[in-house]
């Protein structure tokens, strides 16, 4: 067992996960046309600082080639339809601070309110609180759809700031989890 100070040198940034409902696996390439497919909703990503991801040429340049090229993108699967339902990944890694990131999450419309967003959040949380000690949320300021799903959670509003993604500034609000916060 790690003590608190001691740092794990590194975090399997891509990992299968698996719960009751859902499969989370890797991105890989050939997963386009699928993933794209769940994120196709225009509805999904009103909220979203980038509101035309449904877009099939924004989604690939803005959303899947940097989820490729990041190494720790996943895609999520609904296990009972063996359907790519969605995606999310890890980033911003800080083994000094014991720090993670976990975001770029979305989920299929017909997923929102059945448990699917809270089994996925628990797969990732329990397997990056292997590593870290404090997981990082970044949601768009006015996103209260998934503001409000890592509030149910046990995530804490720590600031509001600006961030850069994509050449373009967003506002986004920064939520944090510890372990013992955690209610998924």
Not at 70 to 77: K, N, R, T
Not at 160 to 168: I, N, P, Q, W
Request: include cysteine; aromatic fraction near 10%.
């Amino acid at each position: 067992m790690m003590s608190e100070n001691q740092v794990q040198p590194s975090i399997d940034l891509q990992p299968v996960l698996e719960g009751e409902k859902l499969l989370v696996r890797p991105l890989r390439a050939d997963d386009l046309d699928a993933l794209h497919a769940a994120a196709s909703d225009p509805l999904i990503w009103e909220q979203h600082p980038s509101p035309l991801r449904y877009q099939r040429a924004v989604f690939e340049s803005e959303f899947f080639q940097g989820a490729l090229a990041s190494g720790s993108a996943f895609v999520v699967i609904d296990k009972s339809a063996g359907k790519i339902i969605g995606s999310s990944r890890y980033y911003d890694w800080d083994p000094q601070k014991r720090e993670i990131a976990i975001g770029f999450t979305f989920l299929a419309r017909c997923h929102w309110g059945d448990g699917s967003n809270r089994e996925l959040k628990r797969l990732m949380l329990e397997h990056a609180f292997r590593s870290a000690g404090l997981v990082w949320l970044h949601i768009g300021r006015t996103n209260w759809r998934s503001r409000k799903a890592v509030e149910k959670i046990g995530a804490r509003l720590s600031h509001e700031s600006a961030k850069e993604l994509y050449g373009v500034v967003h506002e986004y609000a920064f939520y944090f989890i510890r372990p013992e916060m955690q209610r998924c």
